[in-house]
């Protein structure tokens, strides 16, 4: 693939491609990583409003995000078991929470499928308690852990 010469002469220089990997090597913030190459903070800030530099920051950025939500896909279903597990605590403080939460993590995840326009139709039967539903489950809940 052929660059024009436009492209050839807008590139990021060594030294923002430098910037950028310590800015989100986690190791130093942001100001320390100015610090530690000579950069101004008003150059960065041109750097930052420049297309180029902006577009490469902003995919740093996304993948970031992606690496994140990864490690919390990844661990999910271990954090989701110990959840459920709390629910059995001798604690009927610990237990009532871990009852909330999973309430709470099932209504968010409904709410969030509706908001990405998929519906409800094909979404688990675990994931179809309405607030109303759920509240009345949480007084059951309660009612159960006072009666024991």
């Known amino acids: 693939m052929e660059f024009s010469v436009m492209d050839k002469r807008k590139r990021l220089s060594k030294k923002q491609l430098t ?3 310590d800015v989100f090597g986690g190791e130093l913030d942001e100001q320390a990583v100015l610090d530690k190459h000579g950069v101004s903070r008003r150059l960065y800030n041109r750097w930052l409003a420049d297309e180029l530099f902006a577009g490469e920051f902003n995919e740093w950025i996304a993948s970031s995000r992606r690496q994140g939500e990864l490690i919390i896909a990844r661990y999910a ?4 078991a110990k959840l459920v597990a709390l629910t059995e605590s001798e604690n009927p403080e610990t237990a ?13 995840a409904r709410r ?3 908001n990405e326009g998929r519906g409800t139709r094909d979404e688990p039967q675990a994931c179809q308690l309405s607030e109303q539903t759920a509240s009345r489950l949480l ?10």
């Not at 007084?139 to 024991?148: C, H, I, R, S, T």
């Open 112 to 114: 969030a499928t509706v």
């Open 77 to 80: 279903p271990v954090a989701a």
């Open 139 to 148: 007084a059951a809940l309660a009612e159960e852990k006072n009666d024991g």
């Open 19 to 21: 910037v950028i990997e």
């Open 96 to 108: 009532r929470k871990a009852c909330l939460d999973i309430i709470s993590s099932m209504l968010d």
